[in-house]
């Protein structure tokens, strides 16, 4: 799930679905009026100055005076947003849209009278389910539409005529850190995977920022504890370096231990790949421990023991580093996963997927299983959010991410999902699979035998119990499962913390990397003190 204490900024979305309205040409019952459908004019300015395709996505919210509109899954049902997909829209060339169609989160003709304002949004390279829009995407200026009734007197219209204005805070905040990632402080790695390439039939890397302690080109010969730390949903190589770089601040501070961190991408266009091996992403996992850790060792003066090996990440990244050290623990000697995504599918964000008749959107009580909590209070529902998704785009968003991470292959090549879009009702089969390949607590138990004396004491997982995808539920159910087994794990529970403070020690918003940093350190150098006196 997506990044909170460390990419507050990020844009927040968990599922992924489908629904669509009738169409426009429905023929009405007898005696039933015929639908009163709403309908845009979306024009291609001639500034675009030349073809231009993507999913074109129109948000309408009441008020005006805003000089953008944009909705979120925090408040999902303030802005409405509808989509259809666009081929090689022309300069001048004005289309009609029908946002009645695929809508959020009613058909627009459901909208009242009222006064509004709309903008169209060309999301060119279909990454707005992911990380919402940028400055590839094509934009209209917002339309005040007052006193409007919908599906009544002129269309509105509606001009791609500018590019999506680049958020300019963010683009401060990277050239800062660009500036600073000098060669003794940060080093990009891209590294083209032979594995991975053949999988895809074509070229595909990995990419990391190395970021190196303090003094490491004064150390001659040490050798030095590397961290592997993932991102969440969200997430991508940039805010790698800048979370990379207030690591390196701390260990100049002495507040860290001097460790190489990694600091690992894992997103593509489908979402995160989480660095599991799966016959649709890939063989992530495999890539990683026998391709480019290999090759970092032999750059950089890396502890290549697999006590000098930790993970870190949040969130999606949290699951990442989970499976990593069960899947892989003769590489790695601990993770310390924070707030991650389900590792123990009885507690899927609320749901048992293995209970008869299981449904995402609704609990055994008939009542709308939630999936975003504040301070108590609901915002969404896993229902809500699926909806919302689907509109927003047919891949690149949360659960359709699951999907191509954790389920089979369908006869169409495509991932089988996990659950039936218009319903909520799970699909048993593609769960079972999910059991067998990804269920961390099963995993876990089924190779104990083999694997035990590695994982013992190896696990740490720390999550607020307010954690606000109700991540803390199957956090618990994975301990108890390693308490029974004797794998002594390290579980934390920050009271009324949820996913988006956790990290916060005092007023320091990052101050939790100082324990987890101390913590590594401790197992890769268990005799060695590193504070200053």
Known sequence: MRVGALRSSVRVALVAAGLFSLA????PLHGQATPVHVFFRVQAGASVGAPIS????????????????????FRPTDTWVAAREVHDLMPGTTIEFDADEAAYPKPFSALPAGTYEAQAVLDVDHTYTYSGRNERDWVSPVVALPGWTPGSGAEPVLTLDHHAEA??????MMAAAQAKAKPDVAQLETFESPVMSRFWGHPVSIAAWVILPPGYDGHGKAKYPTAYWTHGFGGGIDGALMTGLAIRARMDEGKMPPMIWVMLDESLPEGTHEFADSVNDGPWGAALTTEFIPQLEKKYRMDARATGRLLNGHSSGGWATLQLEVNYPNVFGGTWSTSPDPSDFHDFTGTDLYAANANVYRRADGTATPIFRDKGKVIATFEQLTRLEDVEGHFGGQVSSFDWVFSPKGKDGAPEPMFDHKSGAVNPKVIAYWHDHYDLAHLVEAHWAERGALLKGRIHLIVGTADTFYLDGPAHRFEAVLKQLGGDPHFTYIPDR???????????????????????????????????Q
């Open 24 to 27: 426009c040409g429905s023929v």
């Open 54 to 73: 993507g999913r074109l996505l129109i948000f309408v919210k009441p008020g005006a005076g805003d000089r953008e509109v944009e909705n979120s899954e």
């Open 167 to 172: 958020n300019a805070q963010r683009a401060s």
């Open 498 to 532: 949820t996913h988006f403070d956790l990290y916060v020690v005092d007023k320091d918003r990052m101050g939790l990397f100082d324990q987890i940093g101390a913590e590594m350190y401790a197992v890769a150098r268990p005799r060695a003190h590193w504070k200053r």
